[in-house]
């Protein structure tokens, strides 16, 4: 039984702070459907009037409606009191159940009245316990076949329900059963999401980790290269760990210039140490290795002339090569799409920002949003891997039909954008544009298949009033979505009026 219930029930609990905050929210609502339940009660025989539904007049229809309403009211009292979670739950559920079964009795059964029940079930599925769910239908059926064979003019406005109360309250529960069997079911696929998102961040991690154990052990495991030079930068030892480090041998490198080990753009660095009177200077330098090829080097220079049994500049540096390196990717990755290797939303949003910041005075700013037309059809037809190699084919197309000094990025899914950071005239930019949707219109070919691809897009200038960010980036939305109700694929773009104009 237990393996069965773990196979149809997801394990998923709400933290404590997200289950107060739902279930904080689910007892007000029910505290302010509390007065509406009572109002409709109390004027039930004019209610029934409105919507043409027969009274039931003053008897047992009463007595049971207003037991309802007493029941809803002592369920929102309990549930302010009560203080367990599994308790709060149930009564607050047990008391939205109620106050949907008195609005179906207020309004004489009416049909339409009975969809508050799925929308009470919505908001109890908020606490995503299944001991709720089930005893939902259990007390949606018990209520439609009690109460239906009791007073059926209660629960039903059809003639078919008073003759058979038991089959029509089974149905209503069935249909309830099948919304607790999609609340159910997406639960699980929520579990399975985040169980997917955990192991992907366990691997990255263990990932990370691997490469960081793997410096340590590099650095562990080499020598610092200790470098003694006179004043005109001239080597007068260095020690053996240079052949294991740089590939050089000691004797090969005394009596040389250790500047010529420097590359040029770092010589600045290490110059200025002589100069400025310090007696210690730490630098990140590239250093030549014997093979040719130049490596970041960790550098700390001490001045030790006056130290008699030094009597010169002690330099010490280990390679660094790998953490700058894996430093660098780490910066690249977070600026930059996995996929298509374009910068990614925030990069792209923070290059605007930055755009539109040093843009002079004079020249405008355009922003072109870029949706791919018929995306997903492509990509259930032809795999997704056909749909990741069409985005890669339609970012290296982007970047071609751009200046160099232009940012393309992927906002997500099938959008892309394209910032001109200095244009004279929305002309410009429109003719980026089409120059895109040509280059867009050639067939790509993904393995076998020649796929041809269209666009909308959208286009928005900062203008002569020099809109922000937020307001240029919303126009451009606009424009795209304009461009896409098009009967012709091209593009839309929202004018300084601001009427929004369209071309293909």
Same mark, same amino acid.
């Given at each position: 039984?237990?393996?069965?219930?773990?196979?149809?029930?997801?394990?998923?609990?709400?933290?404590?702070?997200?289950f107060?905050v739902?279930?904080?929210?689910?007892?007000?609502?029910?505290?302010?459907?509390?007065p509406?339940?009572?109002?409709?009660?109390?004027?039930?025989?004019?209610?029934?009037?409105?919507?043409?539904?027969?009274?039931?007049?003053?008897?047992?229809g009463?007595?049971?409606?207003?037991?309802?309403?007493?029941?809803?009211?002592?369920?929102?009292?309990?549930?302010?009191?009560?203080?367990?979670r599994?308790?709060? @739950? =149930?009564?607050?559920?047990?008391?939205? /159940?109620?106050? +949907?079964? #008195? $609005? !179906?009795? %207020?309004?004489?059964?009416?049909?339409?009245?009975?969809?508050?029940?799925?929308?009470?079930l919505?908001?109890? @599925? =908020?606490?995503?316990?299944?001991l709720? /769910?089930v005893? +939902?239908? #259990? $007390? !949606?059926? %018990?209520?439609?076949?009690?109460?239906?064979?009791i007073?059926?003019?209660?629960?039903?406005?059809?003639?078919?329900?008073?003759?058979?109360?038991?089959?029509?309250?089974l149905?209503?529960?069935?249909? !309830?059963? %099948?919304m607790?069997?999609?609340?159910?079911a997406?639960?699980?696929?929520?579990?399975?999401a985040e169980?997917?998102?955990?192991?992907?961040?366990?691997?990255?991690?263990?990932?990370?980790?691997?490469?960081?154990?793997?410096?340590?052990?590099?650095?562990?495991?080499?020598?610092?290269?200790?470098?003694?030079v006179?004043?005109?930068?001239v080597?007068?030892s260095v020690?053996?760990a240079?052949?294991?480090?740089?590939?050089?041998?000691?004797?090969?490198?005394?009596?040389?210039?250790?500047?010529a080990?420097?590359?040029?753009?770092?010589?600045?660095?290490?110059?200025?140490?002589?100069?400025?009177?310090?007696?210690?200077?730490?630098?990140?330098?590239?250093t030549?290795h014997?093979?040719?090829?130049?490596h970041?080097?960790?550098?700390?220079?001490?001045d030790?002339?006056?130290?008699?049994?030094?009597?010169?500049?002690?330099?010490?540096?280990?390679?660094?090569?790998?953490?700058?390196?894996?430093?660098?990717l780490?910066?690249?990755?977070?600026?930059?799409?996995?996929?298509?290797?374009?910068?990614?939303?925030?990069?792209?949003?923070?290059?605007?920002?930055?755009?539109?910041?040093?843009l002079?005075?004079?020249?405008?700013?355009?922003?072109?949003?870029?949706?791919?037309?018929?995306?997903?059809?492509?990509?259930?037809?032809?795999?997704?891997?056909?749909?990741d190699?069409?985005l890669?084919?339609v970012?290296h197309?982007?970047?071609?039909?751009v200046?160099?000094?232009?940012?393309?990025g992927?906002?997500?899914?099938?959008?892309?954008?394209?910032?001109?950071?200095?244009?004279?005239?929305?002309?410009?930019?429109?003719?980026?544009?089409?120059?895109?949707?040509?280059?867009?219109?050639?067939?790509?070919?993904?393995?076998?298949?020649?796929?041809?691809?269209?666009?909308?897009?959208?286009?928005?200038?900062?203008?002569?009033?020099?809109?922000?960010?937020?307001?240029?980036?919303?126009?451009?939305?606009?424009?795209?979505?304009?461009?896409?109700?098009?009967?012709?694929?091209?593009w839309?773009?929202?004018?300084d009026?601001?009427?929004?104009?369209?071309?293909?």
């Open positions: 039984m237990g393996t069965w219930v773990s196979r149809v029930i997801p394990d998923i609990r709400l933290s404590e702070e997200t107060a739902r279930h904080r929210m689910l007892r007000t609502v029910l505290t302010m459907l509390l509406v339940i009572v109002g409709m009660a109390a004027f039930e025989e004019r209610i029934a009037v409105l919507l043409q539904q027969p009274h039931n007049g003053h008897g047992r009463d007595v049971i409606m207003w037991a309802m309403v007493g029941a809803t009211v002592a369920c929102t009292a309990a549930a302010n009191l009560i203080s367990s599994r308790a709060g @739950s =149930l009564v607050v559920s047990l008391g939205l /159940l109620l106050a +949907s079964a #008195a $609005l !179906v009795h %207020a309004g004489g059964g009416l049909t339409d009245l009975h969809f508050s029940f799925f929308v009470v919505g908001l109890i @599925s =908020l606490y995503q316990e299944w709720t /769910l005893l +939902s239908v #259990a $007390l !949606v059926a %018990a209520h439609h076949i009690v109460v239906g064979i007073v059926p003019e209660l629960v039903f406005s059809e003639t078919q329900a008073f003759q058979h109360p038991v089959f029509f309250g149905l209503h529960a069935v249909f !309830v059963l %099948a607790c069997a999609v609340q159910l997406y639960w699980r696929f929520i579990r399975r169980d997917e998102t955990h192991s992907v961040q366990e691997r990255a991690a263990e990932k990370l980790r691997r490469r960081e154990e793997r410096y340590r052990a590099l650095v562990q495991d080499s020598c610092d290269v200790i470098s003694v006179d004043r005109d930068g080597i007068e020690s053996p240079v052949q294991v480090v740089m590939g050089y041998r000691p004797e090969d490198l005394e009596g040389t210039s250790y500047h080990l420097i590359h040029p753009e770092d010589l600045t660095a290490m110059q200025a140490f002589h100069g400025s009177g310090a007696s210690e200077r730490r630098a990140e330098v590239r030549r014997a093979d040719g090829t130049w970041w080097h960790d550098v700390t220079l001490r030790l002339t006056d130290n008699p049994a030094v009597g010169g500049i002690v330099i010490s540096h280990r390679d660094v090569t790998e953490r700058r390196e894996f430093q660098d780490l910066q690249h990755e977070a600026a930059h799409d996995v996929l298509t290797g374009l910068l990614n939303r925030g990069a792209l949003l923070k290059a605007l920002d930055q755009a539109v910041d040093a002079p005075a004079g020249r405008r700013l355009a922003v072109l949003f870029i949706d791919l037309n018929d995306f997903k059809p492509i990509n259930d037809t032809l795999g997704h891997e056909a749909g190699n069409l890669i084919a970012g197309a982007l970047q071609r039909s200046l160099g000094a232009d940012v393309v992927r906002l997500g899914g099938d959008e892309f954008a394209v910032v001109l950071g200095d244009i004279t005239a929305p002309d410009n930019a429109i003719a980026v544009a089409t120059r895109i949707l040509s280059a867009l219109s050639e067939p790509i070919t993904i393995g076998a298949t020649a796929i041809r691809c269209s666009a909308s897009i959208g286009i928005a200038d900062t203008g002569p009033d020099r809109i922000g960010v937020d307001e240029l980036l919303r126009r451009a939305d606009a424009a795209m979505y304009q461009a896409k109700r098009a009967k012709d694929t091209g839309a773009m929202h004018s009026n601001p009427a929004v104009s369209a071309g293909g």
